[in-house]
């Protein structure tokens, strides 16, 4: 692999510039899925699994543990509140057997845009590597990548992240790492969960 301080030369301008606006819409506002998180975070600090609990998250367990950590570091730096979200227990029922106002910190904000951002640069470094450097200067300036990071917060960069460290390591035939990353990429969103079942039968085939 080409070293990452070259790779963070080359692309210094475009990683400057992406972060500059990604915190940019870090004060502008947020997407409902935001709140989601939140509502996980915090209901974490109590219950032990938040499926049974919480009807709107129906991804994988990896970043909701992300989330449980983000919450309790700014809970325990007394964040200050940006935010304020409702919880209903259970949500689809004519009468609540539970509600409650959840306060968001600033911190769990920012933890999460700088996390996810991480996962941004490794897609960018990773596309340069299997591809070329127009891929991943487009990759972390492009309009979506940047609205999903950080206005919405999504764990998309992350997926796609695991999932690329999954072509990387496959073409290297490295079989441990591979599945590894794919098994890391489809328990935090299930976009590639028949995946596994295509490389069963591409390598059957091949046999």
Known sequence: MKSIKLIFEKFRVQIVFSLVVRIAFLFIGNGLDFYSWAKVGRIKQEYFSHYGVMRQYNYGPLFSEVLSIFWKISETTQSRIIDSTLFV??????????????????????????????????????????????????????????????????????????????????????SKFAVIFLSFSIITKHLFIFFPVWLLFKNFKKN
Request: hydrophobic share 55%; net charge negative; proline share 3%.
């Open 89 to 174: 227990y259970p949500n689809s029922y004519p009468t609540a057997i539970e509600s409650f106002n959840i306060d968001i910190g600033l911190n769990f904000k920012i933890l999460l845009l700088l996390f996810i951002f991480v996962f941004d640069l490794l897609i960018m470094f990773l596309l340069y590597e299997l591809f070329n450097s127009k891929l991943a200067s487009f990759w972390i300036i492009n309009p979506y990548s940047i609205l999903i990071s950080s206005f919405w917060l999504r764990e998309d960069s992350i997926m796609i992240a695991f999932i690329l460290l999954f072509v990387y390591f496959y073409k290297k035939d490295n």
